[in-house]
């Protein structure tokens, strides 16, 4: 692989793909400042890298870098420090140097709540918003007789682990508040993995009834805005997503992974058997209904299914008035699938080209919110720098760019702390995840 050189430098959205692709070398320079930055695997485990920023236009590029999977043993790029300086290197092009910024972790990542617990094990930064799994391990890692769970993930081994098995509300308000303060977040996003009441007498207990004290204590003390991400629930309970929209959620996101049936099943067998595919796309669609296009996203993974798959998939969730998120496949250590290789990057440049290209054609309004920067995707408006040719004629460009000009001061205004939104109130003793 390191073996072949390269025609020209890649650009920092084809350096971020490569090093998602790839992962991340660390020469003997800069190994005692990658230790300080404590990398650790929390939620579904893709955070478990580096945190890397690549210099561009409007906060530059954030990327989480693999480090320890097995794949990046024969990554042709490095990562050296020369002074205070940081700077990837790339054994194919031997005389280009690729300046990067590792962001210092925020004091608060040392601190513990008032109940004593470390913080990062409530939340942790991911680019540049908080995400917190609020809820308690994923039930398909506890399916008998064998676990259900999906086999690119890891939330089994890290929840409970890395991080608090239950978080409590009061705990993830103390960090939301400290990470606005000094670490500047506007968006906090909430994930949980499949849950359920099995007592018919009670109403079920899906992940977006346990968010609801959180969204709301969030949107009443921190501000900002706030994001949901949970198994869809059947079509007689949608009332939950509106009661969440009430409570102050911005958005909704909908992670269906993969779109070839087969693989769905074979790599996704809980979701499969439990709500089944369709699930994910009729949610999506009924939100984005309600919150707006372009206001919910549905998240497809690259690199395990054909690409054409994954482009479909960009496809249908743009008709349905989504987003199209895309995670690059990360045979991370630990999960089942920890044995696979890495996409070829060349193929997920292509995939994240047609991301951008499927926004742009429907009109969606990609990267507008300001410090709002994912670090484990490429995102849909960074992939318009991997087409082969691009205007800055481009309308749509034109409104993009107004767009962002006029979301700053709705921004500025979501920010601020809501004490006189709806407050939830628990409708059923001991369901409730306050306290």
């Known amino acids: ?93 031997p005389d280009v140097v690729y300046p990067v910024r590792l962001p210092d972790p925020p004091a608060w990542y040392a601190r513990s709540t008032k109940r004593g617990v470390p913080m990062t094990r409530v939340g942790v930064l991911q680019g540049t918003y908080l995400g917190v799994y609020f809820a308690e391990t994923c039930m398909y890692w506890y399916n008998t007789p064998s676990a259900a769970n999906c086999k690119f993930c890891t939330t089994g081994v890290n929840v409970g682990t890395n991080e608090e098995l239950a978080k409590k509300v009061e705990d993830v308000v103390e960090v939301a508040k400290v990470a606005r303060e000094e670490s500047g977040v506007t968006f906090t996003h909430f994930n949980t993995g499949y849950h359920y009441e099995d007592d018919p007498k009670k109403r079920p207990m899906h992940g977006l009834v346990q968010a609801r004290p959180f969204v709301s204590a969030i949107r009443r003390n921190v501000g900002g805005f706030i994001g949901v991400q949970a198994v869809p629930v059947l079509r007689d309970c949608w009332d939950e997503y509106d009661e969440l929209i009430e409570l102050g959620c911005d958005h909704f996101s909908f992670c269906v992974e993969l779109l070839d049936e087969k693989w769905f099943e074979e790599v996704c067998p809980g979701k499969a058997t439990t709500v089944g595919q369709d699930a994910f796309f009729e949610a999506l669609e009924y939100t984005a209904k309600k919150l707006g296009r372009g206001r919910v996203s549905g998240e497809i993974i690259a690199g395990l299914e054909p690409i054409e798959s994954t482009m479909r998939a960009i496809d249908r969730i743009v008709a349905g008035g989504g987003f199209p998120t895309v995670c690059i496949f990360r045979p991370l250590a630990g999960s089942n699938l920890a044995h696979l290789p890495s996409p070829d990057p060349g193929e997920m440049r292509e995939v994240m080209a047609y991301q951008y290209e499927a926004a742009r054609r429907a009109g969606l309004a990609v990267g507008i919110l300001p410090n709002i920067k994912v670090s484990l995707v490429v995102q849909p408006e960074e992939g318009r720098e991997l087409l082969a040719e691009k205007s800055w004629l481009d309308p749509y460009e034109w409104k993009v760019a107004a767009l962002r000009a006029l979301a700053r001061p709705y921004a500025a205004w979501r920010k601020r702390p809501r004490p006189d939104a709806p407050e939830f109130r628990p409708e059923i003793p001991g369901t409730s995840a306050v306290g």
């Open 1 to 93: 692989m390191s073996s072949t050189r390269l025609e020209k430098p890649w650009n920092p959205v084809e350096l971020e793909v490569e090093l998602f692709c790839r992962g991340l070398l660390v020469d003997e320079s800069a190994r005692a400042d990658v230790q300080a930055r404590r990398v650790a695997r929390t939620r579904a485990g893709l955070g478990s890298g580096l945190e890397l920023v690549i210099p561009a236009p409007r906060q530059g590029v954030w990327v989480n870098v693999p480090l320890d999977e097995p794949f990046v043993v024969s990554s042709p790029l490095t990562l050296h420090k020369a002074g205070e300086s940081f700077a990837v290197r790339d054994a194919r092009l």
